[in-house]
């Protein structure tokens, strides 16, 4: 009897491995393929037509695709980053406090039960010109008297956007930091104390340290479902006005469901997985890095 | 002593500061929903009027009321999309554990060539973009008649979670020492009842917070939803929302009150696996 038998890590892995290209794989290289044609939903037949790269040089020279392009990394290392900051400063904030910490760590996790588009919804309200929180409250308390163009403006909408992505999403950095936090070890941070280094020396040179790991954890999950930010952005505006606040992402649902121009969206849709693929390595990358420093690495 | 004086009088002002910089971060976290909570209960002629009206007055459930109405009067079929959400979350999050589990047990426990890119690999499958995955998904869905039904959405589900699942539960079975396995084997046990008896119970952390995440990333989904499903048999709650806009209005009331009733699950499952959900974040990140 020597029949062959696959190895044990093998039948583990086939059921992931097999929905993940049903799912996955399957569509991706479909796609790939109607990137080469000009496939338009209202006209099957053109699925079998092929015209080379000709959408990659239509969306490489398109003004509308670079400036959305710019405008998806601009959103992303923004948010990112203040993210990050405001994280830290809120897990600081909170580490500080002794008494009624689970509560304040409770209330901390509560914006991550939101469904992005729910935040969309209620950012677009909140920043309503005419009914929204922010314009009534500015008006009541005289420090306006006109209605702000909050999601008209185009500078103004993309900072409402920025907004709305990091009250979504701040949580998930403070609450990885705070766990950092917790586990600094305190003899060194005494020790420092004793040899009298400045509270940021022992922040800069001990505390960071030992949280940066938890940092990249935060980012390498964010970078996993950044394009969350879609949901939020196609609710908000849309990419308008005048697509002033257009990322790559509506400009691809546009061009595939508005225009019905598949070959084109998928184009530009792989340039975007290009992108968040270039993010997502980055961050893990940093986060072994960040561990194998630690002697943590697996 | 009036330098002490001055030192003491700096501890406290630093308290102060600290306090009054926690409370405005607490407010501006709280804020934002507690006024769509406000808003469900409150009359749409007060939701517009101008000038606001900042006292709550006249709270009543109307828009409860409206939304579980007949459809065409304001209502919308809320429980459908309820039941929907619910057959779809809790189904592709019992699929994704345990696909995840055997994925993140193989890279846990054995050793085999190309596992780091094998792992990488999977991991990418989670970096696509919903609306870039969605396009082609659409064609192919549309194709196999999965298009419009709870099967379709589950197995996309499922492959949005798998990979984070792995990666989570991967990072909990490293955490159980070998041994304990092997030490139940010679005991008599096969590698199968090793398994449920002995590391399954020690890693129960790691997959329910794996758990609670599939569990909010498919309810909260929009991107593919939205283009995955047409009509009221396969839509999820997220989608649903959209009912409560047309093209120039948007009724604030219902959709509040709907944003309400979505919220509720997720803040329930969370408080209760709250210790899970940061254990499960930090650890599988960490020693994975």
């Given at each position: 009897?020597?029949?062959?038998?696959?190895?044990?890590?093998?039948?583990?892995?086939?059921?992931?491995?097999?929905?993940?290209?049903?799912?996955?794989?399957?569509?991706?290289?479909?796609?790939?393929?109607?990137?080469?044609?000009?496939?338009?939903?209202?006209?099957?037949?053109?699925?079998?037509?092929?015209?080379?790269?000709?959408?990659?040089?239509?969306?490489?020279?398109?003004?509308?695709?670079?400036?959305?392009?710019?405008?998806?990394?601009?959103?992303?290392?923004?948010?990112?980053?203040?993210?990050?900051?405001?994280?830290?400063?809120?897990?600081?904030?909170?580490?500080?406090?002794?008494?009624?910490?689970?509560a304040?760590?409770t209330i901390m996790m509560f914006p991550?039960m939101f469904?992005?588009?729910l935040v969309?919804f209620q950012f677009?309200f909140i920043?309503?010109?005419?009914?929204g929180l922010v314009?009534n409250a500015?008006?009541?308390?005289?420090?306006?008297?006109?209605?702000?163009?909050?999601?008209?403006?185009?500078?103004?909408?993309?900072?409402?956007?920025?907004?709305?992505?990091?009250w979504s999403?701040?949580a998930?950095?403070?609450?990885?930091?705070?766990?950092?936090?917790?586990?600094?070890?305190?003899?060194?941070?005494?020790?420092?104390?004793?040899?009298?280094?400045?509270?940021?020396?022992?922040?800069?040179?001990?505390?960071?340290?030992?949280?940066?790991?938890?940092?990249?954890?935060?980012?390498?999950?964010?970078?996993?479902?950044?394009?969350?930010?879609?949901?939020?952005?196609?609710?908000?505006?849309?990419?308008?006005?005048?697509?002033?606040?257009?990322?790559?992402?509506?400009?691809?649902?546009?061009?595939?469901?508005?225009?019905?121009?598949?070959?084109?969206?998928?184009?530009?849709?792989?340039?975007?997985?290009?992108?968040?693929?270039?993010?997502?390595?980055?961050?893990?990358?940093?986060?072994?890095?960040?561990?194998?420093?630690?002697?943590?690495?697996? | 002593?009036?330098?002490?004086?001055?030192?003491?009088?700096?501890?406290?002002?630093?308290?102060?500061?600290?306090?009054?910089?926690?409370f405005i971060a607490m407010a501006i976290i709280c804020v934002p929903g507690l006024w769509v909570v406000l808003n469900s209960f409150r009359?749409?002629?007060d939701i517009?009027?101008?000038?606001?009206?900042w006292i709550p007055?006249?709270l009543?459930?109307?828009n409860?009321?409206?939304?579980?109405?007949?459809?065409?009067?304001?209502?919308?079929?809320?429980?459908?999309?309820?039941?929907?959400?619910?057959?779809?979350?809790?189904?592709?999050?019992?699929?994704?554990?345990?696909?995840?589990?055997?994925?993140?047990?193989?890279?846990?426990?054995?050793?085999?060539?190309?596992?780091?890119?094998?792992?990488?690999?999977?991991?990418?499958?989670?970096?696509?973009?919903?609306?870039?995955?969605?396009?082609?998904?659409?064609?192919?869905?549309?194709?196999?008649?999965?298009?419009?039904?709870?099967?379709?959405?589950?197995?996309?589900?499922?492959?949005?979670?798998?990979?984070?699942?792995?990666?989570?539960?991967?990072?909990?079975?490293?955490?159980?020492?070998?041994?304990?396995?092997?030490?139940?084997?010679?005991?008599?046990?096969?590698?199968?009842?090793?398994?449920?008896?002995?590391?399954?119970?020690?890693?129960?952390?790691?997959?329910?917070?794996?758990?609670?995440?599939?569990?909010?990333?498919?309810?909260?989904?929009?991107?593919?939803?939205?283009?995955?499903?047409?009509?009221?048999?396969?839509?999820?709650?997220?989608?649903?929302?959209?009912?409560?806009?047309?093209?120039?209005?948007?009724?604030w009331g219902?959709m509040c009150a709907?944003a309400v009733?979505m919220i509720i699950?997720a803040l329930?499952?969370?408080?209760?696996?709250?210790?899970?959900?940061?254990?499960?974040?930090?650890?599988?990140?960490?020693?994975?």
């Amino acid at each position: 009897m020597s029949r062959f038998r696959p190895p044990a890590w093998f039948v583990l892995l086939l059921p992931a491995i097999i929905i993940l290209a049903a799912v996955v794989l399957i569509p991706l290289i479909l796609s790939f393929y109607s990137s080469f044609t000009p496939y338009k939903l209202t006209r099957p037949e053109t699925l079998y037509k092929w015209i080379g790269t000709f959408n990659y040089e239509k969306a490489m020279k398109s003004v509308h695709f670079w400036s959305a392009f710019g405008r998806t990394v601009l959103l992303l290392t923004v948010a990112l980053n203040l993210e990050m900051l405001l994280g830290l400063g809120l897990a600081l904030l909170v580490n500080k406090v002794t008494y009624g910490q689970r509560a304040l760590r409770t209330i901390m996790m509560f914006p991550m039960m939101f469904s992005p588009v729910l935040v969309g919804f209620q950012f677009k309200f909140i920043f309503n010109d005419n009914v929204g929180l922010v314009n009534n409250a500015l008006q009541s308390l005289g420090l306006t008297d006109r209605a702000i163009p909050w999601l008209v403006d185009g500078q103004l909408a993309f900072f409402s956007i920025v907004v709305a992505e990091m009250w979504s999403s701040t949580a998930v950095f403070a609450i990885l930091i705070l766990a950092g936090l917790f586990a600094v070890p305190r003899d060194p941070i005494e020790a420092a104390k004793v040899d009298g280094c400045t509270p940021w020396q022992s922040f800069r040179h001990i505390t960071l340290p030992y949280v940066m790991p938890f940092i990249y954890i935060a980012l390498a999950i964010r970078s996993l479902d950044v394009a969350r930010a879609y949901d939020i952005v196609q609710i908000m505006t849309n990419g308008g006005p005048a697509r002033r606040t257009e990322l790559l992402w509506t400009l691809i649902g546009r061009t595939g469901y508005v225009d019905a121009k598949m070959g084109y969206a998928n184009a530009m849709g792989y340039i975007s997985i290009f992108l968040a693929i270039i993010f997502t390595v980055y961050f893990f990358r940093k986060l072994n890095a960040a561990r194998s420093e630690l002697g943590m690495a697996g | 002593m009036n330098e002490n004086l001055q030192h003491r009088i700096r501890a406290r002002l630093l308290k102060l500061a600290h306090f009054v910089a926690l409370f405005i971060a607490m407010a501006i976290i709280c804020v934002p929903g507690l006024w769509v909570v406000l808003n469900s209960f409150r009359p749409t002629v007060d939701i517009m009027a101008k000038p606001p009206v900042w006292i709550p007055r006249g709270l009543n459930l109307d828009n409860y009321r409206a939304m579980f109405g007949a459809v065409g009067e304001g209502g919308v079929p809320v429980l459908q999309y309820f039941t929907n959400s619910l057959i779809i979350s809790v189904t592709s999050t019992f699929i994704a554990i345990l696909v995840g589990m055997a994925g993140g047990y193989a890279f846990a426990r054995y050793r085999f060539k190309g596992k780091a890119a094998i792992f990488i690999g999977l991991m990418l499958t989670r970096a696509v973009p919903g609306v870039s995955l969605s396009l082609p998904l659409f064609i192919v869905m549309a194709k196999t008649g999965l298009i419009d039904t709870h099967m379709g959405l589950i197995l996309v589900y499922v492959a949005l979670n798998v990979p984070f699942t792995i990666w989570l539960i991967d990072g909990f079975f490293r955490q159980v020492p070998i041994d304990l396995a092997e030490a139940a084997e010679i005991d008599g046990c096969t590698r199968w009842q090793a398994f449920w008896k002995v590391e399954f119970p020690v890693a129960r952390a790691g997959v329910a917070s794996a758990g609670i995440f599939a569990f909010l990333t498919s309810w909260n989904e929009y991107a593919l939803a939205s283009q995955l499903t047409r009509s009221t048999f396969s839509k999820t709650m997220p989608v649903g929302l959209r009912d409560f806009t047309s093209e120039f209005t948007i009724n604030w009331g219902g959709m509040c009150a709907l944003a309400v009733l979505m919220i509720i699950p997720a803040l329930i499952l969370t408080f209760i696996v709250q210790k899970h959900l940061i254990a499960g974040l930090t650890f599988g990140g960490v020693k994975g």
